[in-house]
């Protein structure tokens, strides 16, 4: 009984993810129109030596962002141990990255990969 509340446990959510995955295609928005993800890179940020709690920032223009809107941001080259980001929209059309040293270290220079989610 045990093992059948586990695969019952396991296997009900993916077929619910699937049934609601159904209901709403994002092909069916794209084809509407409506693009619901902002798209876009940043210059390469880091590189320089920072002390620990210390930042390095870098800003993209994403054309349609407001600072209603939620901002991710994931970089292309692997990070250390250490290493924190966050994305944010600082006005309208600017999304700025902060790339942040939880320790002293130097964080590894990448470009990151920005979405901006209406």
């Known amino acids: 009984m045990k093992y059948l509340n586990l695969l019952v446990f396991?296997?009900?959510?993916?077929?619910?993810?699937?049934?609601?995955?159904?209901q709403y295609?994002?092909?069916?928005?794209?084809t509407a129109g409506y693009n619901?993800?902002?798209l876009g890179a940043t210059?390469?940020?880091?590189?320089?030596v920072l002390l620990a709690g210390a930042c390095s920032t870098g800003t993209i223009n994403v054309t349609g962002a407001t600072t209603s809107m939620v901002a991710?941001?994931?970089p292309v080259t692997?990070?250390?141990?250490?290493?924190?980001?966050?994305?944010?929209v600082s006005s309208a059309g600017v999304v700025t990255v902060n790339v942040c040293a939880i320790v002293g270290l130097t964080p590894t220079s990448s470009v990151y990969n920005v979405r901006v989610i209406p």
């Open 10 to 22: 396991l296997i009900l959510p993916i077929v619910s993810f699937a049934q609601t995955a159904a």
């Open 25 to 30: 295609p994002v092909t069916g928005l794209a």
């Open 36 to 38: 619901p993800v902002f």
């Open 43 to 48: 210059a390469a940020i880091g590189g320089s």
């Open 72 to 74: 991710v941001a994931s």
């Open 78 to 88: 692997a990070q250390p141990n250490g290493v924190q980001w966050q994305a944010y």
